[in-house]
C-alpha cells in the first residue's frame, strides 16, 4: 500500500517561511517523480513544482520560482518544498504526490499523478 505522509505546515507571517516534507511508503519512491500542488479555498488544485526521481530536474509554477524550493532525499524516502518569501496569496493546502513515469505538460494536471497525500495547510498572514 503506497502511503505519502505531508508535514510541516503552519501558521506563518508574509515574509516567513516553512519547509514541508512528503515521506513516502509502500513503494520504490527513486524510481518516481515526485510532485507538490495546492489548493487554496474556492479554487481548483493547481502545480507547484516537480522534481525528477534522481532529483537533478526541478521545475516550479511561474509564481513561485525563486521563493521556493524542492528537493528530495531518497535514501530517507522523502520529498520536501522549502518556501520562502511566503505571500499570503500562497495560503493553501499542499499536497504532494508521486508519478511513476514522465508526463511532460501533462504534469500540470492532478490526473497525471498517481498517488497523493492527505495534505497540509499553510496559512500566511499579512
Known amino acids: 500500500q503506497v502511503v505519502l505522509q505531508e508535514s510541516g505546515g503552519g501558521l506563518v507571517q508574509a515574509g516567513g517561511s516553512l519547509r514541508l516534507s512528503c515521506a513516502a511508503s509502500g513503494l520504490t519512491f527513486s524510481s518516481y517523480y515526485l510532485g507538490w500542488f495546492r489548493q487554496a479555498p474556492g479554487k481548483e488544485r493547481e502545480f507547484v513544482a516537480t522534481i525528477s526521481p534522481s532529483g537533478e530536474s526541478t521545475s516550479y509554477v511561474d509564481s513561485v520560482k525563486g521563493r521556493f524550493t524542492v528537493s528530495r532525499d531518497n535514501a530517507k524516502n522523502t520529498g520536501n518544498l522549502q518556501m520562502n518569501s511566503l505571500r499570503p496569496e500562497d495560503t493553501a493546502v499542499y499536497y504532494c504526490?508521486?508519478?511513476?513515469?514522465?508526463?511532460?505538460?501533462?504534469?500540470?494536471?492532478?490526473?497525471?499523478?498517481?498517488?497523493w497525500g492527505q495534505g497540509t495547510q499553510v496559512t500566511v498572514s499579512s
Open positions: 504526490a508521486v508519478a511513476a513515469g514522465w508526463r511532460g505538460w501533462k504534469f500540470l494536471t492532478q490526473q497525471s499523478w498517481d498517488y
